[in-house]
């Protein structure tokens, strides 16, 4: 056992590093704020352009998705595209960070890690003579809690050494990997899971002609789960936590910047958790975070590829029929305050200078999302946006500047943000201003019907990039599902794209770019 579980790390500082490295940089912070670009070029001048008339396209697609859902209220959406012998399945539970109890931060990542450990049949030798050292395992780190808060330590010092005699002799009965070595035996690639504030998804793609072992091997996993190496699981998740946050002066700037523009909605927290909460975080609290969250009316299955819907219904009634019906979880209710007046954090840390800025907006099913997002790539996406043509090429106060529409999530109410790496010679400052020269044209000027239809362009692009994709599909489709309350909506949002008038851009740009609204993140060098 591995007793720095109860004492933080030592920070180890960043040196300052070369204007060349700007591009790893970004990608380093992009990391850290929990962005992803998938299956997106990084230059938005890259994008094709569509076929003005992609609707007849569109409708065939539509044609070609099912759904139902099982008794115990389990939902499925079924693609059926024949180009390839190949099927990507996902797994969307809808919960993720902002669900969890009051010092239990962390606890859904947690799970999902401790979803690919597999069940009482997979990745276990004997799990008779597994289990009780499992609970020997939880009742020895209750006891040592409680040594360590008495400040007990010829107690703590006994308790940790026969936890790790239990410890081994548990490890002696586990299969290391033993559910991605049958998926990947099986012709199983992209085997993966993530955990945002707003959900948590398990997704992998096979040959179609491997639907019945999905069936099984995920049934399997989440009708009686086993979360088997519990403490060293810990160990990594403490390690990931560390170089996320602790010793990355961008990730502790993130996590504070957080804090100060979310006073109590719980997008203020860290996905990854608090230290604190981590170190003391137990098996118990992850099996009652499960039994509460992962129940059949809260997953939503999207599958995606060369199958037969009918016999995907057909095994999805075999194998997830299993799962009883259980309560509905409860729904968050915690609504972030009209923000009143600017908010400011600055940290001094050994770092680059970076400068944060962002604006409370709405969810994704409020109608002005397209509309945000819009200004977000007129701001924003690729070489031609007005953040790079003038922070980055004309004033040069910035050596990259970038803006993510919806951060941390998009499920509730969230932050429009922006980030900039300042240039040398240059100050936070000299960013703030030049941003807010940007910020104030889109107030006050109306944007070109030229610049805007390039941005509708841009959207329809990324659409069609993910309609050719299975994963892509299917993640776009679960997400509107789950989110606005139907996948329809995925196609119907082109529809409001087209609709977009510079003067719904302006109007959007001057109720969300107020001041009081604003909030300011500055990370400045540590001399």
Do not use: C
């Not at 902002?98 to 450990?117: R, S």
């Not at 998009?410 to 922006?418: P, R, T, V």
């Not at 107030?443 to 019907?449: D, F, I, Q, T, Y």
């Not at 003067?503 to 959007?508: C, E, F, G, P, T």
């Amino acid at each position: 056992m591995n007793l720095s579980w109860f004492v933080t790390s030592p920070k180890h500082h960043q040196k300052r590093l070369p204007p060349w490295l700007k591009q790893f940089l970004l990608l380093l912070l992009a990391i850290v704020l929990g962005v992803t670009t998938w299956g997106q070029p990084t230059q938005a001048d890259e994008l094709p352009s569509p076929s003005p008339s992609i609707q007849p396209y569109l409708d065939r697609v539509i044609d070609k998705v099912s759904e139902f859902r099982l008794d115990n209220g389990m939902k499925f959406i079924v693609l059926q595209r024949n180009q390839a012998p190949v099927v990507s399945f996902l797994i969307h539970a809808d919960v993720g960070g902002v669900d969890e109890p009051e010092g239990q931060t962390g606890v859904a990542h947690y799970l999902e890690h401790l979803a690919f450990k597999g069940t009482q049949r997979i990745g276990t030798s004997n799990y008779a003579a597994e289990k009780p050292l499992l609970d020997k395992l939880d009742q020895l780190f209750d006891r040592i809690l409680v040594a360590q808060n008495q400040g007990n330590t010829e107690e703590l010092a006994k308790l940790t050494a026969e936890f790790m005699k239990v410890e081994k002799q548990a490890s002696e009965y586990v299969n290391q990997n033993e559910f991605g070595r049958i998926v990947e035996q099986s012709g199983g690639v992209g085997m993966n899971a993530t955990t945002s504030a707003d959900e948590t998804r398990y997704f992998y793609s096979l040959p179609s002609n491997k639907l019945e072992l999905w069936m099984s091997l995920e049934s399997e996993r989440f009708l009686e789960p086993v979360f088997r190496e519990f403490f060293k699981e810990k160990e990594v998740i403490l390690e990931e936590r560390r170089l996320r946050t602790d010793n990355s002066p961008v990730g502790q700037m993130v996590e504070a910047f957080a804090e100060t523009a979310f006073q109590v909605h719980p997008y203020r927290r860290p996905v990854i958790g608090y230290l604190e909460d981590l170190q003391r975080m137990t098996r118990p609290n992850v099996q009652d975070f499960f039994d509460t969250y992962y129940v059949p009316s809260n997953l939503t299955v999207a599958v995606v590829g060369d199958v037969d819907p009918l016999q995907v219904k057909k095994l999805a009634q075999i194998y997830f029929g299993r799962y009883p019906s259980r309560p509905h979880p409860p729904q968050l209710e915690v609504t972030e305050p009209p923000q009143l007046e600017t908010r400011e954090i600055t940290k001094y840390l050994r770092s680059q200078p970076w400068y944060l800025e962002g604006y409370h907006r709405p969810a994704i099913s409020d109608p002005d999302h397209v509309v945000i997002d819009a200004i977000a790539s007129i701001l924003s996406s690729g070489r031609t946006s007005r953040l790079y043509q003038s922070l980055v090429e004309q004033k040069q106060v910035a050596l990259a500047a970038q803006g993510i529409s919806s951060y941390p999530g998009n499920k509730h109410d969230n932050l429009m943000l922006f980030y900039a790496l300042t240039s040398p010679n240059h100050t936070v400052d000299d960013v703030a201003a030049a941003l807010q020269v940007e910020i104030d044209r889109l107030k006050n000027e109306l944007v070109s019907p030229r610049e805007l239809e390039r941005v509708k362009t841009q959207a329809r692009a990324s659409l069609l990039r993910s309609l050719d994709s299975n994963m892509g599909m299917a993640f776009a489709l679960v997400n509107y599902q789950v989110k606005t309350g139907s996948w329809r909506n995925l196609f119907a949002t082109l529809d409001a794209i087209s609709a977009i008038t510079p003067q719904d851009i302006q109007r959007v740009a001057q109720a969300t770019f107020r001041p009081e609204n604003r909030t300011v993140g500055r990370l400045l060098s540590q001399n």
